[in-house]
């Protein structure tokens, strides 16, 4: 009988791919965690326990076939696992690297339940795509017919993107335009390096324009292009935007030089140190952290990128201020641990109440001290200020990291009739992105808010299907 090549969790223990020292992690913009060798990822997939209802999957944005791609990742037959893993996935090799897998597919593993630990699909899932990419697997699309309709997207992140592939797979002709100069939106100018190294970005790029997708960057939509004209140039258009307005601080102080949005310091960092751009914020100083104290302030993940480059970029100290306690942070809690082996202090149940300034310049934070009060309608506990706890906190630099917020679109691009929710977002279909105007779908953070990548992959997937349908109607034909 053939030896059962699965169900190792009782014998083998879950292992993750070497994470790099901290000491070594601080001095660079790397990636902390190695690559599996060839024979720990076969022997990490072989713990599935192949369930047949397959919950990892389920709570899988994108219902990979997770159980199918470990076995045959067990079995050496990567080739076939690559195939399996990208006919779900347009990016496996970042969803890999970044989805929050404890709280997605590894958070519902039926073996970590059972108190084994769960498999590490994440790992797996990026070893097996990052392989494909060195064995020269993963070609450009090649469309088995040209279609003569076009479809324009605007916005090249992961929703965009996907959608993008999707098209051109079904030989649609797709024009994706950005405002940035690179493609890959958040990907390439939030996420730092050290999550996500931006050659695993660009090369996706590369292998999109290889595959017939025309890129026009550095192009704003509603500045150097109306909205209408390139609704009047293609069959369809997807709006892939994402949510870029940052929310404020109030409070004495706030418009201290020296206090920063936390989106512009992670760009100008990602410009600096992966790309070598030369960045005048970087360069003065403005949007540096070397040598200074810094304060973060906010609980998610962006919070938790903003104290890592911090602390990479030299920052004398840097601390974190949060207003729940650990246990209710909104970051993932891997990310708290990485930061804290780094040498970033968190300050829980913190929150500021105003900035002192010396010269024009932030030099403090005043630090109301909190206590997580009675659940709001939530059920979560809301923090409240302990009075007479407050402190100084010296600051040279502080960086906002409080969330995000979607642009006024239809203002901003003066389009009547384009719907939004009570919060800005677009309204849009969740399952076909189809929006109140007709051949006009929307995807990504744009109609979510501030998410995660692999929802935005999954947005722009579904909408490239529905986009197919729409210019299948007689009618959409019939208007060209
Ligand atoms: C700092 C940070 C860290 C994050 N870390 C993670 C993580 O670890 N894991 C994870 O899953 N998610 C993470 N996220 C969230 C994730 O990046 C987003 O949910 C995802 O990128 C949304 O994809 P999108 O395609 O909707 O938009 P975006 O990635 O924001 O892309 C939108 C694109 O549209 C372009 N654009 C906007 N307006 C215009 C216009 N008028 N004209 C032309 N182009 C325009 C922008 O330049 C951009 O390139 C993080 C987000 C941030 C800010
Ligand atoms: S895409 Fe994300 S949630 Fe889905 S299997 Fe991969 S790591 Fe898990």
Redesign the pocket.
């Known amino acids: 009988m053939a030896k059962q090549p699965m169900l190792k969790f009782v014998t083998v223990a879950r292992d993750m791919p070497e994470k790099r020292g901290a000491d070594e992690r601080r001095a660079d913009f790397h990636e902390i965690y190695a690559e599996f060798a060839a024979e720990k990822a076969k022997e990490q997939a072989s713990r599935c326990s192949q369930c047949g209802v397959p919950y990892c999957q389920s709570h899988c944005p994108l219902h990979n076939n997770i159980p199918d791609w470990l076995n045959l990742t067990a079995t050496g037959r990567l080739q076939e696992a690559y195939e399996v893993s990208q006919a779900t996935n347009t990016f496996p090799e970042i969803c890999g690297r ?3 897998q404890d709280r997605l597919c590894e958070g519902n593993c039926v073996i970590e339940q059972s108190g084994h630990g769960t498999v590490t699909i994440g790992a797996v899932e990026k070893y097996i795509t990052d392989t494909a990419w060195e064995e020269g697997w993963v070609k450009p699309v090649k469309p088995a017919q040209e279609r003569p309709e076009s479809v324009g997207i ?7 993107l996907a959608a993008a592939d999707m098209l051109r797979r079904a030989g649609v002709q797709v024009t994706v ?4 100069d690179r ?6 100018y ?2 730092p390096g050290f ?1 996500l190294e931006k050659d695993v970005v660009m090369r996706r790029n590369d292998q999109l324009a290889a595959g017939g997708v025309s890129f026009v960057m550095n ?5 150097d292009i109306p909205f209408d004209d390139i609704r009047a140039k293609h069959d369809a258009v997807l709006i ?5 307005q940052s929310r404020d601080l109030g409070g004495p102080g706030a418009g201290a030089a020296g206090i920063v949005k ?2 512009d310091y ?1 760009t100008a960092s990602n410009r600096a140190a992966n790309f070598g751009d030369s960045v005048p914020e970087f360069d003065s100083g403005e949007l540096n952290a070397a040598g200074k104290k810094v304060v973060v302030i906010g609980g998610g ?2 919070a938790m ?1 903003c104290v890592r480059t911090a602390i990479r970029q030299g920052a004398e100290s840097v601390k974190c201020l949060y207003r729940r306690d650990r246990a209710n942070m909104p970051g993932s809690q891997r990310e708290v641990q990485n930061a804290e082996e780094e040498g970033v202090q968190f300050e829980w149940l913190t929150a500021p109440k105003g900035f002192t300034e010396k010269d024009g310049k932030v030099a403090g934070v005043m630090v109301q001290k909190m206590r997580l009060g009675a659940p709001d309608a939530t059920g979560r506990q809301s923090p409240e200020a302990i009075e007479g706890a407050d402190y100084l906190e010296d600051a040279d630099l502080v960086i906002t990291a409080l969330g ?1 917020e979607p ?1 006024d679109l239809p203002k ?1 691009w003066g389009v009547d009739g384009l719907d939004v929710t009570r919060w800005g977002t677009i309204r849009a279909d969740f399952t076909t992105g189809k929006t109140s105007l007709d051949g006009v779908f929307a ?4 109609v979510r808010g ?7 992959i999954r947005d ?1 997937r579904d909408a490239s299907e529905a986009i197919l349908d729409y210019l299948n109607q007689p009618a959409a034909v019939a208007a060209e």
């Open positions: 970044i989805c929050p605007i916005g090249a992140g992961p929703g965009g335009y950005d405002r940035y493609a890959g939106g958040l990907m390439t939030g996420i999550k192009c704003n939509v509603g500045e892939a935007t994402g949510v870029y936390a989106l992670l993940d962006t990128d995000f642009e901003l995807v990504g953070d744009i501030a998410s995660l990548v692999v929802w935005a722009g």
